[in-house]
């Protein structure tokens, strides 16, 4: 395989898919979106103070702390931002940047059918493999970039506004780090994958973005089960889930590459 | 020599038998077209060349090359035009250009001043940093043909290269394709335009319903197609008085009257016509012309088609 070659396919989609406002906007609208909700739903008790806990009913914060045990010996100034940052906020990232990269990755895979423009390229003297690896490359570096990019400009600004709360640099918890960090780009694959089986199928770009979606389910799913304090996500078990999905993640590309060639692409309806 | 070479080509997509033992071969420099009805199997034959599908059988080879075993080698030598013009519309003219040029290896000092003089041929100078979306139809049809020649590729394969273009575009088009053949280029044209098959191609490969029905130059067509003679006669006298004269030497139904002056007659050999003359001529007829029809090419085309 010639990596050039690949990088030569990812520039050109790169260039494509940001020389669109709309997919700009797609792409970054939802991060910005995701940092400012962040930041308000952490910032609520230092704006509000002690009023703010009035708002909960009694018992909830003995409930997080027993979801949470590290923030036992915390203030109550403390304990509902290291609730967010910790048990909602590594939701959000997954969702959103799983949303941003479907629509990349639609754009580059289904795309080039919707508009037409895949015969020649499938015509050029190229691999299969050399072109698929430049369509993936297309779509993990944007994604990862504006995940790894917001997730570092979400640190930096709660920090700042919990400075008050916290006298230390406390965000990001080790969990809320690897969810984000390592769980995120497995799960972002994973939903990748789903987009680029979708394309051999889907007619539009819209339709084939939507097949990421059905990994949306198992996220609502642990969240809720986290909230109702029915699951824990710790660190070991965090890694575990890590290696589940890295193994998903394989078997899935395998599939995506099989459904990745010419004919498939041009014959299909 | 042998320099595009199908044989016995055979392809089904979904239900539908595409192309039926399909076999032809164009000669090096040689420019020939592959005509037939929309469905007929010609953008199918061309995929199957540049190895975008595999057939159920037969075999192609390019340039001794074939097309599934040597693949990548294949799709250097060839430069492809799709039926669309398949351009990066949000991209500018330049980029869609060089984008191409460094998939296909060319080095970039070189690429540069290629995509000048191919901007420059094309009549695109001006609009080299355009995006491709801003482009009209004929436009975006000769920045594809620049892509397509972005490699100097010595095959070219073109899909219906003036298909929904205005006439002063088609024309254009069609000039650069003859002055490419020229250049020594092999090209294969996808078309159902007849007059550009016929202008354009020193032989034509009539294919309907996946199976080639004729091959040869437009006038073997013509002759191979043709059932005997057509004259037009014309006379100074009302024709109807030499009824009985055409009746007794080409046959009743061999002759039509068109109007007072002249009638359409067939024959089966060219002997026939000169005894005919005679043989009016002797019977008083003032004959002031005497024509042989040739059959248009769409006259060939249809009766191809339809008797396949």
Known sequence: ?269 | MVYLEAVKLAKKIGDKQVLENVTFGVGKGEIIGLLGPNGAGKTTTMRILMGLLRPDSGSAKVAGFDVFEDTLEVRRLVGYLPENPCLYERLTVWDNLAFYGELYGVQKDELETRINRLLDTMGLKGRAFSPAGNLSKGLKQRVAIARALVHDPPILLLDQPTSDLDPVSASFVRELIKKLNRSGKTILICTHNLIEAEQLCSRIAVINEGRIVAIGSPSKLRKESGEGYTFEIKSLKPIKKYLNVLRETVGESYFEIEDELSAVVRVGRLESISHLIRNLVSAGCELVEVRMLMPSLEDVYLKLVRES
């Open chain 1, 1 to 269: 395989m010639r990596i050039g070659k690949a990088v030569i396919i990812a520039r050109k989609d790169l260039r494509d898919t940001f020389s669109s406002k709309f997919m700009v906007a797609s792409l970054v609208l939802p991060y910005v979106m995701m940092v400012l909700v962040s930041l308000l739903l952490i910032a609520l008790p230092i704006f509000f103070g002690s009023e703010f806990y009035k708002y909960i009913a009694p018992g909830e914060l003995e409930k997080i702390k027993d979801t949470l045990p590290e923030t036992r010996g915390m203030s109550e100034m403390q304990l509902f931002p290291y609730m967010i940052g910790t048990l909602v906020l590594p939701f959000l990232f997954l969702v959103f940047s799983l949303a941003s990269s479907s629509i990349i990755t639609a754009d580059s895979f289904a795309g080039e059918r919707e508009r037409k423009t895949i015969e020649p390229l499938l015509a050029a003297p190229i691999t299969n493999s050399e072109l698929f690896l430049g369509k993936i490359l297309a779509s993990i570096i944007p994604t990862l970039t504006l995940l790894y990019a917001s997730f570092g400009v979400c640190c930096l600004l709660i920090n700042l506004v919990t400075a008050k709360a916290f006298d230390y640099l406390w965000f990001p918890p080790l969990k809320t780090s690897l969810m984000v960090c390592v769980i995120g780009p497995l799960y972002i694959f994973l939903g990748m994958c789903l987009v680029i089986i979708g394309s051999s199928r889907a007619r539009t770009v819209k339709e084939a973005s939507n097949y990421a979606g059905i990994l949306i389910l198992p996220l609502l799913i642990v969240f809720i089960a986290q909230l109702g304090g029915l699951v824990i996500m710790e660190t070991m078990k965090i890694l575990l889930s890590a290696l589940i999905i890295s193994i998903i993640d394989f078997s899935i590309f395998r599939l995506a590459y099989s459904t990745f060639n010419s004919e498939t692409m041009i014959v299909a309806p």
